[in-house]
């Protein structure tokens, strides 16, 4: 018998959610924050749940087999350090769709200009306002994941041209050319949109700084829907205000909540989201779940597996 524990937020939704598919040999504890899961944990072997409260229980995980993130950013598990002898998979095609409708939803804001136009309204004032077509702009995608993929189609359906950038230079469905660190400055002189989906590793860290937004056109509009930590948001404000790129849409950071001080809050060119992108959904991560458990039961490779070393 396998015993799973649910440590999330939302558990009686995976819970029941869970109990629906029938699973097999299955036993189901729950908890929605540590101290609830302190008097169960050390009997399960498997655990699904949110990162941040999974790290504070994998010590205490005796008979540990196998983890299942409910969350797309996995580093609270891969730190240096971090327990390791336990297989982590991670939730690849679930936020794809997701932070595709987000970067979609901006983009297009911006193109028809729907913020000024709103301005405009609530003064009575009548002005058609120009816009380009999705043909004439080119998306650069830093990352080309799961998710990443997923926005390359999306972008191609609208027309846009698609370039993308990976540690390989492997080729892309939908992306007409792939750059790798090499010719980085190849690369981020071509975009209109700057997206970034890349995971928080060491390696990513700052990979965005002064040098890097000094690459960029004067009217790039950047987009973080990764990690906080990619960016130098520092470096990132003293772009921003001194116009060497055209603006920003963020929906992370390096510390959540941003600061009240933060002068991201109030720059013209920036527009803030509170790390809601691509929320996880129990339906979703159900559905990777049950597809695993049953690999799992028939020793089978799980799908998604997280490389610690890598972070992804």
Known sequence: MNRLLILAAEFAKYSALINAAKLRQLEIVTAGDVESAATNIAA??????????????????????????????VDHLCRPGQRRNYILTGAKGVFGPLISEYVMTYLFALERQLFAMRRNQQKKHWQPLSYRPAREITLGIIGLGSIGQHLAGTARHFGMRVIGLNR???????????YTTDDLAGFLEKPDYVVVTLPDTPQTKHFIDADVLKMMKPSTVLMNVGRGGIINEADLVAAL?????GGAVLDVFASEPLASDSPLWHLPNVYVTPHNAATSFPEDIVGVFVDNYQRFMAKQPLLHVVNFDLGY
């Open 168 to 178: 390989s230079g492997r080729a892309c469905a939908d992306v007409e050319e792939v």
């Open 44 to 73: 399960c072997n498997i655990i699904l749940g949110d990162p941040p409260l999974l790290e504070q229980v994998l010590a205490s995980a005796e008979r540990l087999q196998w983890v299942q993130s409910s969350w797309a950013g």
């Open 241 to 245: 205000q001194a116009g060497i790129i």
